[in-house]
């Protein structure tokens, strides 16, 4: 019964057809039968009038489009006949060459040109029968979708009687009230039956045993099952505990499952089942169980602060709050399989349907709105306690629209209900809440392979963010994607055409791609990633590390390793997939022109790379030289090459520019180096002196090797000093600056005490007109008498000043 519901159903169909993508289509194609063309001449007939006459149900629709279908896969199996030997007349015919234009050829090659077209149109005409055929079953489906898309739309957008109505009040529920005295009619005449009586006399212990049973499962046995999770899982953050806690609340789930089942099976040895029980029950198993499910959800979605599940940004009080709202739609939605198999039974009027199920709508609104509210809030909570430079999670951004999304869905469906929009309001409201529950689902997966990829990887907590992770929520959602569709009104034949297509595929030139060919694509090259990363692993941890290859050498060869087996996995995804290489040719060369335009750059750095990591003129480590940038070599990629400057900068090189330009590199192959320590000394030093203290600083330096000795250069006459210069051989030249650090400061020590002084520039400048800088202005007032000299006021002289900038 479970299994029956279409949330079920829809979760295995998706896996089951992913296992048959990679099925070849074998219909009629291997004993070489054609479809009954005469028979389905009739059924074609016969559908085009029911269509053209407009005047059939939607289940006979659905079964006539079912054997559409039906047909339509045989004669995509009647297209693939003959298709080796076919391609074996064309080959001869391709082996004789095109015919003269001429038209002169011996008339034994014509004779055989002839026979073979001949034969080839004779292999063609099963297959092009088939193709006509499979083009008229294409355009009656396509036809069939389009007259059950509009009865759905019109159902959808058909405006009936409003619950708001008080004169409908009284009706609906008196209908309901009878399906109810109905219900307890029919086990009232099943008791008053003799049989039936005594049967049920007959099994009642078992009948008392089973349900004291089920309810010990489906009340206390939850409990339990909590309690020893409890007891045992301790630590609930780590990967382990999450897996534990998580296998164990599925242990819950399955004895409430088990509970709600032997319940049932009570029932159905009380021998008291009528026509109208049975499929009652059968709904009311589906809907407790989303009850049950409900219950197990909002302990992920909305867990107590002790708890590892907990998932949003929120207060104790409102987990608890939604934690009561899931439980809330899971009741709704479990209520409404009742009143639908109601509705069913007893052919409820559409305003005793608008009326009883009115309440429910309601209900489902409001909770959808809670809840949305409650996302939002998670949302906002997350982005206010994101820092300024802090961006928030995605998935965090999308909580919230999806809050914003339940909220119009909840009010929306209320309101439309309201108004008379009965069918449009259901379908929002339900299956909103249906799609929440797939939603939940999905991530709950998806949380259960990053745990578990979290132990893979020994408790690395990064892991739950990697890759694989990733892809895994992506194929999971591929997989429960149909069933998002099939929520939402989707027909099953609809989703399986959408496979048969997917299996059929596309053709691109003469290369048929499928998607069990890229289903096989993906696989291969995922198995042959793997074992290449394996082999690198292996290489570079195990093997390597015993040999004399230095660092550079494994790296290279590591990388190279990488390169090989990546391109292995591509090409034998390629040829697995079915893919003809040689149909490629014309992109290949296309793709070359676009790489001799376009990426010549890249390529050349790419070129430039692999011989970096082939020669290895430098390696990892290397202090090195490029362009007047000094630093030490720390990675060697294909495209480029990054160097850590001594200011603990990075520069990333193009690998080109260190082929084709100038490198110095200091420490290949050994870090002996030179170091040059530049010293000046005043005019009048005794030169000697000075070279004897420079060599013994230079020789009691341990840095500095011993064979070959330091040397003290006497440079020359500079223009303020006299020039030494100490060269010395360093055992290691990483610690150049710090030798010369060394040197100078033991240079400027014993120069003090020798008495050697180090001079700094100095200028002599002489004047050509001396007399030029003595004031003329007061040689002249001093000549004239004193009556005659100007006087000046204190307040001029202070304007004056003012005038003159205020100074002296």
């Known amino acids: 019964m479970i299994l029956k519901h279409p949330l079920f159903r829809g979760l295995l169909a998706p896996i089951v057809a992913l296992m048959l993508l990679g099925t070849p289509i074998l219909a009629q194609t291997g004993n070489g039968a054609q479809p009954d063309y005469e028979a389905w001449q009739t059924l074609a007939t016969r559908i085009e009038d029911a269509v053209e006459a407009g005047r059939a149900s939607d289940t006979v629709l659905e079964n006539l489009r079912a054997d559409l279908t039906s047909w339509r896969a045989d004669f995509v199996g009647a297209k693939d006949l003959n298709v080796r030997t076919i391609a074996a007349v064309q080959a001869q015919i391709s082996a004789l060459g095109p015919a003269p234009e001429t038209g002169l050829e011996q008339d034994e090659i014509a004779a055989q040109r002839e026979t073979l077209n001949a034969r080839l149109a004779e292999l063609e005409a099963p297959r092009k029968r088939a193709e006509v055929a499979q083009s008229r079953a294409d355009a009656l489906i396509g036809e069939i979708d389009r007259i059950l898309s509009e009865r759905q739309t019109n159902a959808f957008l058909e405006r009936g009687p409003s619950p708001l109505n008080p004169t409908l009040w009284s009706r609906g529920w008196g209908a309901f009230k009878n399906s109810l005295v109905s219900t307890r009619g029919e086990i009232v005449s099943s008791w008053n039956n003799p049989n039936q009586r005594e049967a049920f006399i007959s099994n009642l212990p078992r009948f008392i045993a089973i349900v004291i049973v089920s309810i010990v499962f489906l009340l206390l046995g939850w409990r339990w099952v909590r309690a020893l999770s409890e007891r045992f899982v301790r630590q609930r953050s780590t990967a382990k505990g999450w897996l534990t806690a998580f296998v164990l609340s599925v242990v819950q789930l399955g004895v409430a499952t088990l509970g709600l089942f032997g319940l049932a099976i009570a029932v159905y040895y009380s021998e008291l089942i009528g026509l109208r029980i049975d499929p009652l029950l059968g709904a009311v198993i589906e809907g407790g169980f989303f009850i049950i499910v409900s219950v197990w959800l909002s302990a992920f979605a909305f867990a107590p602060a002790d708890r590892s599940f907990h998932s949003f940004s929120l207060t104790e009080a409102q987990n608890s709050k939604g934690r009561y709202i899931v439980i809330g739609l899971g009741t709704v939605f479990g209520l409404s399989f009742v009143l639908d198999e109601f509705s069913r039974y007893d052919s409820w009027s559409s305003s005793t349907n608008a009326v009883v199920y009115f309440p429910l709508v309601i209900s489902g609104g409001y909770l959808l709105w809670r809840l949305g509210r409650l996302l939002r809030l998670h949302s906002a909570a997350v982005v206010a306690a994101a820092s300024a430079d802090e961006v928030p999670r995605y998935v965090d951004r999308m ?152 660092i550079g050498g494994q790296n290279a060869l590591v990388s190279g390793v990488g390169y090989i087996g990546v391109f292995l996995a591509a090409l034998a995804a390629i040829t697995g997939a079915g893919i003809d290489l040689s149909s490629l040719a014309i992109v290949a060369g296309a793709l ?189 007032e001093a000549k004239l008498p004193k009556a005659a000299k100007p006087k000046v006021s204190r307040a001029q002289s202070t304007s004056d000043d003012d005038k003159n900038g205020g100074g002296k």
């Open 399 to 550: 909580y919230g629209l999806l809050g914003r999304v339940i909220i119009l869905a909840g009010l929306g469906g209320a309101l439309i209900t309201a108004v008379g929009y009965f069918e449009a309001g259901k379908t929002i409201v339900f299956q909103s809440i249906e799609t929440l529950v797939l939603i939940a689902l999905l991530i709950l997966a998806q949380r259960v392979v990053a745990e578990l990829w979290v132990v893979v990887r020994r408790g690395a907590d990064d892991a739950r963010d990697g890759l694989l992770p990733t892809l895994s929520g992506f194929v999971l959602l591929l997989v429960a994607l149909p069933q998002f569709f099939r929520i939402w009104g989707t027909s099953d034949a609809r989703i399986s055409e959408f496979w048969s297509s997917a299996r059929e595929g596309v053709t691109v030139g003469d290369t048929k791609i499928t998607a069990g060919a890229f289903l096989t694509f993906a696989i291969v090259f995922s198995i042959g990633y793997i074992v290449t990363r394996v082999l690198q692993g292996a290489l570079k941890n195990t093997v390597l590390p015993k040999t004399k290859m230095d």
């Open 592 to 780: 070359s022109v676009g790489i001799g335009f376009g990426l010549q750059n890249i390529v050349s750095n790419f070129v430039s790379g692999i011989i970096l990591l082939i020669e290895r003129p430098i390696s990892e480590g290397d202090w090195i030289e490029v362009g007047g940038t000094h630093g030490t070599v720390r990675d060697i990629s294909v495209r480029s090459t990054r160097i850590e400057t001594f200011d603990r900068s990075d520069v990333i090189l193009p690998n080109a520019d260190l082929i084709s330009g100038k490198v110095t590199n200091y420490t290949r192959g050994n870090t002996v180096g030179r170091v040059i320590v530049p010293v000046g000394v005043a005019y009048g030093n005794d030169t000697r002196k000075i070279e004897k203290i420079l060599f013994e600083i230079a020789e009691e330096h341990p840095m500095v090797l011993a064979n070959p000795k330091p040397n003290v250069i006497f440079q020359g006459f500079g223009a303020d000093s006299l020039d030494f210069e100490i060269r010395a051989i360093l055992r290691d030249v990483n610690f150049v600056l710090s030798v010369r650090s060394d040197m100078n400061h033991e240079i400027a020590r014993r120069f003090k005490e020798e008495g050697v002084e180090i001079p700094f520039s100095q200028r002599d400048i002489w004047i050509r007109n001396p007399e030029a800088l003595v004031p003329s202005v007061p040689q002249a």
